[in-house]
């Protein structure tokens, strides 16, 4: 099995990618108040395109400076001015440097946008997310104009980055977020035709599709990371997202990246929500206990044939190549290890076996008060707090070169959370 992660994979539209390992796409908070990207965003990915990975996705690029996941986030909200152009295309040019393919996240927030940015962000429906903290606004529903230009954004974004050099898109419609809502029962209360059956709630994403596609022709990949499910009662279920594959797999997508959960019911990362989790209807295999979502793959591979990325919860490389071989996996998304190892996949592929596990080390509390992460608000507070590290882990590699893993949970909190009243503070 030596070899499989260092196999090319070939895609629909013919790009192939130089090997199976991925980064997954890890928000980053470094582009301007403005949303225009950095020379820390360059550092950055030149560091990942050294790491040896075969394709690196960026962090989420927004399409509504008003809809921003986190201040920080690069926006593409209209066709680019020409400093605009130059900055995406230095970005595209440091991140495809030793020659990896570099996808475009592109994404809009929906209700799960910050308080601090908009308190009443644009949804499906005025469906508040379920938190306490006050960390998100009350959402306000869509008017049908306002769902028709946000598709017609997704198609701006996806040729401006082309344009810009990036090898790929995904569209973002996993982890709670805007087309997320949209196909979820729970979210989406709508009577017109977004709402409703699946095919209703599945249309914004696959009108997104034929825009994106439209705007970057038959040859240049077209990804879209997908819940396998919400994990959440009344959620979007994985015979919903079986559905919805086949669906992508018509429209000429390229790649589905399998995730799952949102804020509310964080099963991306492992991590257990407030309320019990929704169990999927998904046969259990016993080779694959530390990826979350390669049972969810195995059985989506029966229905599609379009190349898979699994990601989450990846550490052994032996679980990498059976998730390979067993055929659940195409791609294997990597994502926190890659906050500190930048070259994790050149050490994978290079015959390490195992990448470390900081999830497992990471508390905002000492070892003694751990007890308090069985209160239930505050294990999302803990939640979020470990979140800031691996945003601050970004931070110092892209503006120093060199992670700072010694940093404290706690530490790490103070420093995103001053850079983000900073980043606030200065938004046009
Ligand atoms: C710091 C950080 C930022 C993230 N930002 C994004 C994002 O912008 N878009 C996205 O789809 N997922 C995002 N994720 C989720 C990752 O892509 C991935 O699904 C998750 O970390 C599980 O993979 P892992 O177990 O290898 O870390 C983020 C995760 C982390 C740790």
New binding site residues.
């Given amino acids: 099995m030596d070899n499989l992660l260092a196999q090319t994979v070939t895609l629909p539209c013919g790009a192939t990618l130089p090997n199976r390992l991925a980064k997954?796409?890890?928000?980053e908070g470094l582009a301007t108040p403005a949303g225009i990207p950095t020379e820390a965003l360059e550092q950055l990915y030149g560091l990942w395109s050294d790491g040896g990975a075969g394709m690196l996705?960026s962090?989420?690029i927004q399409v509504d400076a008003d809809h921003l996941?986190r201040p920080g986030n690069v926006v593409i909200d209209r066709e680019p001015d020409a400093a605009m152009q130059q900055a995406l295309s230095s970005w595209a040019k440091a991140a495809t440097r030793k020659g990896n393919h570099f996808w475009a996240?592109i994404?809009h927030a929906g209700r799960q946008t910050q308080a601090n940015v908009n308190p009443h962000p644009k949804a499906p429906s005025a469906v508040k997310v379920g938190l306490p903290g006050g960390q998100f606004g009350e959402p306000v529903a869509l008017t049908v104009a306002e769902i028709e230009d946000i598709v017609r954004r997704f198609g701006v974004c996806a040729a401006a980055v082309k344009a810009a050099g990036f090898t790929g898109v995904q569209v973002?419609a996993?982890?709670g977020y805007l087309l997320s809502e949209f196909l979820s029962p729970r979210t989406n209360l709508r009577t017109d035709q977004y709402g409703g059956e699946l095919a209703n709630r599945a249309r914004p994403l696959l009108e997104i599709i034929a825009a994106v596609r439209a705007a970057v022709g038959p040859e240049f990949p077209v990804s879209v990371?997908l819940n396998s499910a919400d994990f959440q009662k009344g959620g979007f279920a994985f015979e919903d997202s079986l559905q919805v594959a086949t669906w992508l797999e018509a429209a000429s997508v390229d790649l589905i990246e399998i995730?799952g959960g949102t804020y509310e019911q964080p099963k991306?990362?492992?991590m257990e929500g407030l309320e019990e989790e929704e169990k999927q209807n998904v046969a259990e295999s016993t080779m694959m206990r530390e990826a979350?979502f390669v049972d969810f793959a195995l059985a989506m591979q029966e229905k599609v044939s379009i190349p898979l990325m699994v990601?989450?919860?990846?550490r052994r490389r032996a679980a990498m190549e059976q998730a390979v071989a067993g055929g659940g996996a195409d791609l294997i998304?990597?994502?926190?290890?890659m906050?500190v190892m930048t070259d994790a996949p050149a050490r994978l592929l290079g015959g390490l076996d195992e990448l470390p596990r900081y999830?497992q080390e990471l508390s905002l509390f000492p070892a003694w008060l751990s007890f308090l992460e069985g209160i239930k608000a505050l294990r999302a507070v803990t939640g979020f707090a470990v979140?800031f590290w691996?945003?601050a882990q970004?931070d110092a590699l892209g503006k120093t070169g060199q992670a700072a893993p010694a940093l404290s949970v706690f530490a790490a909190t103070r420093r995103v959370m001053s850079l983000q009243k900073e980043l606030l503070a200065d938004r046009p």
């Fill in positions: 997954a796409a890890m928000t996705l962090g989420n996941e996240q994404s973002h996993a982890h990371k995730s991306l990362m492992g979350y990601t989450g919860g990846f998304g990597l994502g926190r290890p906050c999830e979140q691996y945003y970004l």
